[in-house]
């Protein structure tokens, strides 16, 4: 609900109160940004006059109250008074936008992105100054509420836009605030520094939103945790350079900013032209980190993916990058997917390859026409047979890139985007030129022919160099590509779109407003993907992580881990296999199944269930029944005890607790063997080996009835091994260890 009383905006949901009021210099102040209030209550967040200070600048001299310095604002300028970052500029002079007017619209106002969003109320208020207006947009939804602003050349000359943020906001408090950063392989680490007076810059510039730095933060009162205490959370609905910035006031107050980035950002506009910055996502919670995490997630399962997919399961697939690169054939290919069909898998991915004289990733991005030394029935006959098989078929894309060794380059190579200077290469390909009709028009006939020609279910659009187009081009290339997506997928919602960029190198709202899925990192290794999928459990879904289970040792980090971790870590987000299936033992072809199956039985949850973050592992929860996973990483000497605390559930009612099956290969003991075995075996010996690519042994096998009071208290869990042999009532656990427990209500 959105009000307006005594020149006081209330923006009020369940779960948010959001304050302003216009003063009486047509000046937004802030009052209150947190749990839902009465609008009556305005006059306690309003500053009391007597700001100025020292040698401050008055908006009127005879007004100690007009120190605009000292206010908490909902949007400000420069060279008016407010010497802090201003979120706005124009023409490189002082902006002084003052307040005109406003307008509620009801449901629907489409964001920057042609992907319209619906549900909420939009406050749009008018500010004015000489020759130009500005209108900020707010929409209130049940968990967050997001703005963005229009700027509008009302004058009759042209303006130079170098700055404009989507949002500012000046908030009251002492923060910390929690960032992503990464790179390939080793995205969203988490960093957490206190906001002070020196400005906390989070910033892409590399043409997306990048692995650098994701476009989402969390500002948390200190003393915040993962379940208690107030945090905001940010994140922007744009796939470009983002820039966002925190800095604290002499005053306490600590102003926000958020939108395109300014670094070498320079758009004219013409009289009687508009600029639209993309939409900024704030969340507010006084239950923790979790608490922001499940508002944010409801807002993005509920608002930002396409209507088709939301709270709609997702299918389990097996991708056959990993097991085979560029080396495939249509034979090949139906034999993985046939055991890709035995497991469980509902999905066959075919990734990079299918196209052009692409054997290796120097030729062919910017063709489509089918290789049919690889293909000889063509995708048409690969599909159909792996329909034939019970599976749906999907597909790999890189659009936006051309290899300079392609048909489409040497046709045109003027297509390509490119500056003054000799080509640089990434991945060895350049970036098309979304900007240019012809090259979007090019795209999106050649996708659309082979998504229908192909009964395509599935498919995975990658990106795997970032743009070097710099200022207005880096976002028409950004509003250009949004243009092919919508073009492409909004007259097939059927279709799954999954995007990518070398793993998670685009992981954002943007995205996620096309593809209800994203795939987190070319890094599948379950220890790196704590820290991967964890980190992106602050702001995003389990539903839109792509997470695989692959080979061990592991192709990015050497590292071995046992199956089942692979699993229970790939479990909380969309599973998939991505591992050459032809080198499977038995006993993992029947661990896989277990997996896919008990997956399959449970996907609701894994996918939508309300996601909490706990001290040992991730738990998911819906209704009366809970997942919980606990996750070690190198084991101890002689580990204490662990509990398991599982919060959410109804605490007068029993539990029955049961773990997932897990089970221990013989072979990983070596010589350790005779310590279980009854008879010695020759740890390096054939027998030895026979055993364990058949037979496991049962490991730490827990059930118990729990009420919620006592999972909330936290249960008692089966001690871990600690050195004195093998004992079926212990979790024989070695390092990179798991295990998952099920929780359902007993009748
Ligand atoms: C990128 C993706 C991978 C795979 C390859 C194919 O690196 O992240 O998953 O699709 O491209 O070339």
């Given at each position: 609900m959105i009000t307006h009383e005594n020149c006081i905006f209330h923006l009020r949901t369940e779960s948010y109160s959001y304050l302003f009021r216009v003063n009486g210099y047509g000046i937004l102040e802030h009052l209150h940004f947190g749990n839902p209030i009465c609008t009556s209550d305005a006059a306690a967040f309003t500053c009391v006059p007597g700001l100025g200070w020292g040698g401050s600048v008055l908006?009127?001299?005879?007004?100690?109250?007009?120190?605009?310095?000292?206010?908490p604002l909902e949007w400000s300028g420069s060279g008016?008074?407010?010497?802090?970052?201003?979120?706005?500029?124009?023409?490189?002079?002082?902006?002084?936008?003052?307040?005109?007017?406003?307008?509620?619209?009801?449901?629907?106002?489409?964001?920057?992105?042609?992907?319209?969003?619906?549900?909420?109320?939009?406050?749009?208020?008018?500010?004015?100054?000489?020759?130009?207006?500005?209108?900020?947009?707010?929409?209130?939804?049940?968990?967050?509420?997001?703005?963005?602003?229009?700027?509008?050349?009302?004058?009759?000359?042209?303006?130079a836009v170098t700055k404009l943020m989507s949002q500012c906001v000046d908030l009251p408090g002492h923060f910390e605030m929690t960032s992503f950063h990464g790179g390939w392989i080793a995205e969203m680490g988490k960093t957490t520094v206190p906001v002070n007076a020196s400005r906390v810059v989070n910033e892409s510039t590399t043409g997306a939103s990048s692995n650098r730095h994701n476009p989402g933060f969390l500002l948390g009162e200190s003393g915040a945790g993962e379940d208690h205490g107030r945090v905001y959370g940010f994140n922007l609905v744009y796939s470009g350079n983002h820039y966002a910035s925190a800095q604290r006031s002499l005053q306490g107050l600590t102003r926000v900013m958020q939108g395109i980035s300014p670094d070498h950002f320079a758009m004219t506009l013409a009289p009687g032209e508009r600029l639209e910055t993309p939409e900024a996502v704030l969340c507010w919670s006084d239950k923790g980190c979790n608490g922001l995490s499940r508002n944010m997630h409801r807002f993005v399962n509920e608002h930002i993916v396409p209507k088709y997919w939301r709270y709609r399961h997702r299918p389990v697939l097996y991708n056959d990058w990993e097991g085979c690169m560029f080396d495939f054939n249509h034979r090949r290919l139906i034999s993985l997917a046939k055991k890709a069909k035995d497991i469980g898998c509902e999905l066959f991915v075919l990734d990079d390859g299918w196209f052009g004289q692409r054997d290796h990733d120097k030729a062919g991005l910017g063709d489509y026409t089918v290789n049919r030394k690889k293909l000889p029935k063509g995708l048409e006959g690969l599909s159909k047979e792996i329909r034939g098989l019970g599976m749906e078929f999907g597909l790999w894309f890189e659009p936006e890139s051309v290899n300079i060794d392609s048909d489409l380059y040497r046709a045109?190579?003027?297509?390509?985007?490119?500056?003054?200077?000799?080509?640089?290469?990434?991945?060895?390909?350049?970036?098309?030129?979304?900007?240019?009709?012809?090259?979007?028009?090019?795209?999106?006939?050649?996708?659309?022919?082979?998504?229908?020609?192909?009964?395509?279910?599935?498919?995975?659009?990658?990106?795997?160099?970032?743009?070097?187009?710099?200022?207005?081009?880096?976002?028409?290339?950004?509003?250009?590509?949004?243009?092919?997506?919508?073009?492409?997928?909004?007259?097939?919602?059927?279709?799954?779109?999954?995007?990518?960029?070398?793993?998670?190198?685009?992981?954002?709202?943007?995205?996620?407003?096309?593809?209800?899925?994203?795939?987190?990192?070319?890094?599948?290794?379950?220890?790196?993907?704590?820290?991967?999928?964890?980190?992106?459990?602050?702001?995003?879904?389990?539903?839109?992580?792509?997470?695989?289970?692959?080979?061990?040792?592991?192709?990015?980090?050497?590292?071995?881990?046992?199956?089942?971790?692979?699993?229970?870590?790939?479990?909380?987000?969309?599973?998939?296999?991505?591992?050459?299936?032809?080198?499977?033992?038995?006993?993992e072809v029947q661990e896989i199944k277990a997996q896919i199956s008990f997956y399959k039985a449970n996907r609701k949850l894994f996918q939508f269930g309300t996601f909490r973050r706990s001290e040992n592992g991730w738990q998911v929860l819906g209704g009366d029944v809970a997942i919980a996973s606990v996750f070690h990483k190198q084991m101890d000497a002689a580990p204490g005890y662990e509990q398991l605390r599982v919060p959410g559930l109804t605490a007068q009612r029993p539990y029955r607790v049961r773990s997932l099956e897990q089970t221990l290969r013989v072979g990983q003991f070596g010589a350790l063997v005779k310590h279980v075995a009854p008879v010695n075996l020759d740890p390096n010996g054939v027998v030895l080996r026979t055993v364990d690519h058949h037979y496991t042994m049962p490991d730490g096998v827990q059930t118990c009835i729990a009420s919620g009071a006592a999972l909330e208290s936290g249960i008692m869990l089966l001690p871990l091994f600690r050195g004195t042999g093998y004992d079926k009532n212990q979790r024989t656990q070695l390092d990179f260890g798991s295990n998952l427990y099920l929780i359902e209500a007993e009748e």
């Open positions: 908006l009127d001299e005879q007004d100690t109250g007009s120190c605009l310095d000292a206010l008016r008074g407010d010497y802090r970052e201003s979120p706005v500029e124009l023409d490189g002079k002082a902006t002084d936008f003052r307040y005109v007017g406003y307008e509620i619209l009801d449901g629907i106002v489409p964001m920057a992105l042609p992907q319209a969003k619906d549900g909420g109320e939009t406050l749009v208020i008018t500010l004015e100054q000489k020759g130009a207006r500005l209108y900020l947009y707010y929409t209130a939804f049940e968990t967050a509420l997001t703005r963005h602003v229009v700027l509008e050349n009302t004058g009759k000359t042209s303006i045109h190579p003027d297509w390509a985007l490119t500056d003054d200077f000799a080509p640089v290469l990434g991945r060895h390909q350049l970036l098309l030129d979304l900007t240019k009709a012809e090259v979007r028009d090019y795209i999106v006939e050649n996708v659309s022919r082979i998504l229908d020609q192909a009964q395509i279910t599935y498919v995975k659009w990658d990106m795997n160099r970032h743009s070097i187009a710099l200022g207005a081009k880096a976002h028409a290339f950004v509003v250009g590509l949004y243009e092919v997506l919508d073009r492409i997928f909004s007259p097939r919602p059927q279709i799954l779109l999954e995007s990518c960029s070398s793993g998670g190198n685009r992981f954002d709202l943007g995205m996620l407003c096309f593809s209800p899925q994203v795939w987190c990192s070319d890094n599948t290794d379950p220890i790196s993907r704590l820290d991967i999928q964890g980190g992106l459990s602050y702001l995003y879904p389990q539903s839109a992580f792509g997470a695989h289970v692959s080979a061990a040792p592991h192709a990015q980090t050497l590292r071995t881990t046992p199956l089942s971790t692979r699993g229970n870590v790939a479990f909380f987000g969309v599973l998939g296999y991505e591992l050459d299936l032809n080198h499977l033992l038995p006993v």
